[in-house]
């Protein structure tokens, strides 16, 4: 099929200039026009490699053609990486994630950590897709092995934290969250994540102390001021777990 529309194509682009070849091509893909708008983009990145928007034109095309070999090569072109390696697939593993094509992405992550076992940050989206099917254990064990390969990486901390939260394992999830917090303190998220593991392990204070900094840092954040609402409501503070409900309340209706 794309060899059919890529010779078809070529009249196209033989035809008039390569800047309106190019400019048909975006305007099919902008259309979701996809099989049409691949050649043309395909002959513009070829004829501008230099051009970065081209290769993530034509590589979102052919994610939507669900081409991932086709994307891959783009992406690599984008990214100045070869397209077979373990950063290609990497990196087209990333931009599939973006575009919500996690079926397509984790064969690139497996192919990836087959070609380079301690790639950064691969198991940590390996992670990521475990979790989002619901497989919570697998996405445990891969942001571990991911940790122990990349130990600086807060996401990870992050992750496996928020991990054992959705298995109720609040006494588990203390220790990495406080590492996420500590590698990048300028992250709301994990001081939620947190100040939950703590309100569910009767730390109330701490748990006061972690969502009070994250509705300072994020202060539209509907579920720390219901989270930081019970705590007050815990501790007895009455009149502060009241104004906190009003903020959730006003909150949400934004």
Same mark, same amino acid.
């Given at each position: 099929?794309?060899?059919?529309? @890529?010779?078809?194509?070529?009249?196209?682009?033989?035809?008039?200039?390569? =800047?309106?070849?190019?400019?048909?091509?975006?305007?099919?893909?902008?259309?979701?026009?996809?099989?049409?708008?691949?050649?043309?983009? =395909? @002959?513009?990145?070829?004829?501008?490699?230099?051009?970065?928007?081209?290769?993530? *034109?034509?590589?979102?095309?052919?994610?939507?053609?669900?081409? #991932?070999?086709?994307?891959?090569?783009?992406?690599?072109?984008?990214?100045?990486?070869?397209?077979?390696?373990?950063? @290609?697939?990497?990196?087209?593993?990333? %931009?599939?994630?973006?575009?919500?094509?996690?079926?397509? @992405?984790?064969?690139?992550?497996?192919?990836?950590?087959?070609?380079?076992?301690? /790639?950064?940050?691969?198991? &940590? %989206?390996?992670?990521?897709?475990?979790?989002?099917?619901?497989?919570?254990?697998?996405?445990?064990?891969?942001?571990?092995?991911?940790?122990?390969?990349?130990? #600086?990486?807060?996401?990870?901390?992050?992750?496996?934290?928020? #991990?054992?939260?959705?298995?109720?394992?609040?006494?588990?999830?203390?220790?990495?969250?406080?590492?996420?917090?500590?590698?990048?303190?300028?992250?709301?998220?994990?001081?939620? /994540?947190?100040?939950?593991?703590?309100?569910?392990?009767?730390?109330?204070? &701490? *748990?006061?102390? %972690?969502?009070?900094?994250?509705? +300072? %840092?994020?202060?539209?954040?509907?579920?720390?001021?219901? /989270? /930081?609402?019970?705590?007050?409501?815990?501790?007895? +503070?009455?009149?502060?777990?009241?104004?906190?409900?009003?903020?959730?309340?006003?909150?949400?209706?934004?």
């Amino acid at each position: 099929l794309f060899v059919s529309l @890529a010779i078809a194509s070529l009249a196209v682009v033989r035809a008039q200039p390569p =800047a309106a070849a190019e400019a048909e091509g975006f305007r099919l893909f902008a259309r979701g026009q996809y099989q049409e708008a691949a050649p043309l983009l =395909a @002959a513009a990145s070829a004829a501008s490699p230099d051009r970065p928007e081209l290769a993530r *034109a034509l590589g979102l095309c052919y994610l939507r053609l669900h081409n #991932a070999a086709a994307a891959r090569a783009a992406f690599a072109r984008l990214f100045g990486a070869p397209p077979d390696s373990a950063k @290609a697939r990497l990196l087209a593993a990333k %931009m599939m994630m973006g575009e919500q094509l996690e079926e397509m @992405a984790e064969p690139e992550l497996r192919a990836a950590v087959k070609l380079e076992p301690k /790639l950064p940050e691969a198991h &940590f %989206m390996l992670g990521e897709l475990a979790i989002f099917r619901g497989d919570t254990d697998a996405g445990i064990a891969e942001l571990r092995e991911e940790i122990a390969l990349n130990p #600086a990486f807060s996401m990870a901390y992050y992750r496996l934290g928020d #991990a054992f939260t959705r298995k109720d394992m609040w006494e588990q999830a203390v220790a990495p969250l406080e590492r996420a917090i500590w590698l990048n303190p300028d992250f709301s998220s994990p001081y939620i /994540l947190l100040g939950k593991a703590y309100y569910h392990t009767d730390r109330l204070e &701490f *748990a006061e102390g %972690m969502l009070k900094r994250a509705v +300072r %840092m994020d202060p539209n954040n509907a579920g720390a001021h219901y /989270l /930081l609402a019970n705590v007050y409501r815990d501790l007895g +503070r009455q009149e502060d777990s009241r104004k906190e409900l009003e903020l959730w309340r006003n909150t949400n209706k934004k």
